[in-house]
Every structure is written in structure tokens, then in C-alpha cells.
């Protein structure tokens, strides 16, 4: 199994462009989340999908938008990039939402917005 | 929402023992895990409880009281490859994970 990956591994953006990182999980996980590290700050929620058609808004979801259409599949989108979203961006994904189930995460994107 | 506080930074010695504090205020707590992060890589699950006490898993151990919302992760006999950064995390109701801003752990020769 290759567990949770994730596309783009770097990307440089300039301001106001757009772009879509990719999730996927290979373990047939119901719920997938998606994170932003920042120095100093920890991971913090942006959305999460309970299940393949829904999405809910988590800490930060202000500028993003997500896609789940596939179980396997967790897309996140920056309409309008902002200097203020240069992160590192990471995907998870769980068996089940409540339970003791542990989050798997992918490697990360790194994104610098210019 | 969640507010969670564990130090910034800590250091020992190879052998030695750690242990790294987490406090937290929840509006509604469903579990709390502990997560490994070396530089540059994603976390990596290492301990979860929801009870109040002990949980062992080989030199790592994870404890927890929820009426003074504290939990600590023991790392045991440190190894130099325990050198990374440690993330304790509380789960609401809803399921979502809130992370601590992580605890940098080195270890020395």
C-alpha cells in the first residue's frame, strides 16, 4: 500500500494565480482531512470529509476550497493565492471519524506564494 | 474549541528520560493523541487514550487525566533518532483533531 500521497511535493505560485493539490489513499479511509503547518503554529484544520460526497469547513477555510468525488480522492483548491498561504500542506485520512482511529498523513506540499 | 499548551523546546541526553508536558481546555474532549514529526517529514501516530491513566507502548508512554485536562508523553532510554518534534492533539465531538504547536525534542550524544 502506498498510504496517503499527495501532488504536488513543491510549487511556487505568484500571487492571485490558482491551483489544486491532490490527495489520495490507497486504505479505504471514509474520512480525509486537509491540514496547514505554519511555524510556530502547529497543524491546523482547513476542511474535512466525513465521506465521499460531503465537506465541512474546519479552523481555517478562508481562500481554500475542497472537491471529494471519490472515496480515494481529496482535492484542495486555492481560487486566489495570497503571500499569506505559503505553507507546508498536509493531507490525512482515517478509518472512521470516531473510534480510536489514528490519522495517516501524506508527505506534504510545500507552497510558496510570491 | 480547543487551547493547548506544551513547551517549545526540550533537551536530553541519549539513555536518559523525557517527558513532555501537554495541557489543554476543550469544549467537548473525545481523546487525545500524540503524534512524532521529524524536520521535513509528515507525523506519524504514536499514542492515543481517552481513560484516565496509563498507556505503554514500548519506550514510549502516554498519560491522562481529563478532569485536570493533562496529558504527558515518557520517552525512555532516548535514542538519537527520537530527536524530532512532538505534537500532541485533542479531539472534539465532532471528530476533529486541534493540534499543540509541538514540543522540539533533541537528543544528545
Known amino acids: 500500500n502506498a498510504g496517503v500521497t499527495q501532488t504536488p511535493k513543491f510549487q511556487v505560485l505568484k500571487t492571485g494565480q490558482s491551483m489544486t493539490l491532490q490527495c489520495a489513499q490507497d486504505m479505504n479511509h471514509n474520512s480525509m482531512y486537509w491540514y496547514r503547518q505554519d511555524p510556530g503554529m502547529g497543524l491546523r484544520l482547513i476542511y474535512y470529509?466525513?465521506?465521499?460526497?460531503?465537506?465541512d469547513k474546519g479552523e481555517v477555510p478562508d481562500g481554500y476550497n475542497v472537491s471529494r468525488l471519490k472515496k480515494q480522492n481529496f482535492l484542495l483548491g486555492l481560487e486566489s493565492a495570497a503571500p499569506s498561504q505559503t505553507s507546508v500542506y498536509f493531507c490525512?485520512?482515517?478509518?472512521?471519524?470516531?473510534?480510536?482511529?489514528?490519522?495517516?498523513f501524506g508527505p506534504g506540499t510545500r507552497l510558496t506564494v510570491t | 474549541g480547543q487551547n493547548i499548551d506544551q513547551p517549545t523546546e526540550m533537551t536530553a541526553t541519549e539513555g536518559a528520560i523525557v517527558q513532555i508536558n501537554c495541557t489543554y481546555q476543550t469544549s467537548g474532549f473525545n481523546g487525545l493523541f500524540w503524534y512524532q514529526q521529524h524536520a521535513g517529514e509528515a507525523p506519524t501516530f504514536l499514542s492515543y487514550n481517552v481513560l484516565d491513566g496509563l498507556e505503554e507502548k514500548g519506550r514510549f508512554s502516554s498519560f491522562l487525566s481529563r478532569s485536570k485536562g493533562y496529558s504527558y508523553l515518557l520517552l525512555k532510554e532516548l535514542q538519537m533518532k527520537d530527536s524530532a518534534s512532538y505534537l500532541c492533539a485533542v479531539r472534539d465531538r465532532d471528530y476533529k483533531l486541534s493540534f499543540g504547536a509541538g514540543t522540539t525534542v533533541t537528543v544528545r550524544a
Open positions: 490525512a485520512s482515517s478509518y472512521e471519524a470516531g473510534g480510536p482511529y489514528e490519522q495517516y
Open positions: 470529509s466525513a465521506s465521499e460526497g460531503t465537506t
